[in-house]
T-cell receptor
Framework: NAGVTQTPKFQVLKTGQSMTLQCAQDMNHNSMYWYRQDPGMGLRLIYYSASEGTTDKGEVPNGYNVSRLNKREFSLRLESAAPSQTSVYFC??????????FGPGTRLTVL | AQRVTQPEKLLSVFKGAPVELKCNYSYSGSPELFWYVQYSRQRLQLLLRHISRESIKGFTADLNKGETSFHLKKPFAQEEDSAMYYC???????????FGTGTRLQVFP
């Protein structure tokens, strides 16, 4: 099992450009999450999806959209990137006990 | 409001010394508490959860509801314990986690 996979690993954008971060899990988990990790701020939840077809805002949703395409995939879209969105982005899924499994992360720089 | 506080950004100890990473939380109900760890060049992973009351890699953590704390302890630190440690909280009716800001543990030889 690959667990949680994310693409790309690294990305550099110019202000105003758009991009989609991809995430997939092969553990048959219902719940999936997107976090951003910033120095001194820990991980903050951007969006989550409790099941296929449902999504909800987390702590810092502004500037982002998500799509739960099917049970496996949960993508995060930046429509118009801003320098404040420079961060490391983590996708995660959780099992029935609430244990979250994380992807390797995407390091995004917005110039 | 739910909040997790890890007061130390960096904790440095020598190999064999005891380690205590502090975590305090604020939550009006009965929370579930977790410790996640991120070793260098590895992904974030669960270390332990308070419900399991287990010891993982020699680490233990006890939930103290009176002091609203969930400190992570290890009697004898090893160099391979060097990592970033995050305390996290979830409500019993949701899997969403609220993370603390993390503590970097450095264990010197």
């Amino acid at each position: 099992n690959a667990g949680v996979t994310q693409t790309p690993k690294f990305q550099v954008l110019k202000t105003g450009q758009s991009m989609t971060l991809q995430c997939a899990q092969d553990m048959n988990h219902n719940s999936m999450y997107w976090y951003r990790q910033d120095p001194g701020m820990g991980l903050r939840l951007i969006y989550y999806s409790a099941s296929e077809g449902t999504t909800d805002k987390g702590e810092v949703p502004n500037g982002y959209n998500v799509s739960r395409l099917n049970k496996r995939e949960f993508s995060l879209r930046l429509e118009s990137a801003a320098p404040s969105q420079t961060s490391v982005y983590f996708c995660a899924s959780s099992d029935d006990r609430g244990t979250q499994y994380f992807g390797p992360g995407t390091r995004l720089t917005v110039l | 409001a739910q909040r997790v506080t890890q007061p130390e950004k960096l904790l440095s100890v020598f190999k064999g010394a005891p380690v205590e990473l502090k975590c305090n939380y604020s939550y009006s109900g009965s929370p579930e508490l977790f410790w996640y760890v991120q070793y260098s060049r590895q992904r974030l992973q669960l270390l332990l959860r308070h419900i399991s009351r287990e010891s993982i890699k020699g680490f233990t953590a006890d939930l103290n509801k009176g002091e609203t704390s969930f400190h992570l302890k290890k009697p004898f630190a090893q160099e391979e314990d060097s990592a970033m440690y995050y305390c996290a909280l979830s409500r019993k009716d949701t899997d969403k986690l609220i993370f603390g800001t993390g503590t970097r543990l450095q264990v010197f030889p």
